[in-house]
């Protein structure tokens, strides 16, 4: 059973748009939910994360907002870029086990 | 060398094959993680290993032998590979395996088993 589902799978955006990926999980004791930017040949690494604590967590362009109540949680990209083009994962932290949505492949067309 | 490395950064391998994927990792942290990342699926935790001690095994098949001789390095040992084994390796460490969040994944090595 997958434990953190996202959505969309791929996503197109104008330069200059919102790009908006979500997540959502079951699993309350998840204490913490980092979302991953992946280029291709390159590992996942760390974009921005915010704990259950806290409804939003905003550095620079990207922000989180996070519903504790409805288990959802998504990542907001303003003013995309095509530098932003990449494949985004969110995550779910359960003790020391880390559970990946199947990730969305943004591209931001000029 | 920064962050965290892996080699080779690709292999092909026949079924019948031995080979080893290699990690280390100049953070100075203490656990390190062996994930499998295939096409359309979450990312899957394979092994964690926390001072050099494995702390978790998803239910990997044992054709996978993880080895961790110290806190700054890692193996993954492949033997009698399926072809459904073919993915990307990542190899990821972070501070300690429980208290602390970030973790830094290497580039992977994407692995075809023919």
């Known amino acids: 059973q997958q434990q953190v589902k996202q959505s969309p799978q791929s996503l197109i955006v104008q330069k200059g748009g919102i790009s908006i990926i979500n997540c959502a999980y079951e699993?309350?004791?998840?204490?913490?939910f980092p979302w991953y930017q992946q280029f291709p040949g390159k590992g996942p690494a760390l974009l921005i994360a915010i704990r259950p604590d806290v409804s939003e967590k905003k550095e620079g362009r990207f922000t989180i907002s996070f519903n504790k109540s409805a288990k959802q949680f998504s990542l907001h990209i303003m003013d995309s870029q095509p530098g932003d083009s990449a494949t985004y994962f969110c995550a779910a932290r359960d003790g020391n086990q880390f559970y990946f949505g199947t990730g969305t492949s943004l591209t931001v067309i000029p | 060398e920064t962050g965290v490395t892996q080699t080779p950064r690709h292999l092909v391998m026949g079924m019948t094959n031995k080979k080893s994927l290699k990690c280390e990792q100049h953070?100075?942290?203490?656990?390190m993680y062996w994930y499998k990342q295939s096409a359309k699926k979450p990312l899957e935790l394979m092994f964690v290993y926390s001072l050099e001690e494995r702390v978790e095994n998803n239910s990997v098949p044992s054709r996978f032998s993880p080895e961790c001789p110290n806190s700054s390095h890692l193996f993954l040992h492949l033997h009698t590979l399926q072809p459904e084994d073919s993915a990307l390796y990542l190899c990821?460490?972070?501070?300690?395996?429980?208290?602390?969040?970030?973790?830094?994944f290497g580039p992977g090595t994407r692995l075809t088993v023919t």
């Open positions: 990821a460490s972070s501070q300690d395996s429980r208290g602390a969040y970030e973790q830094y």
């Open positions: 699993n309350t004791a998840f204490d913490y």
């Open positions: 953070l100075g942290h203490n656990a």
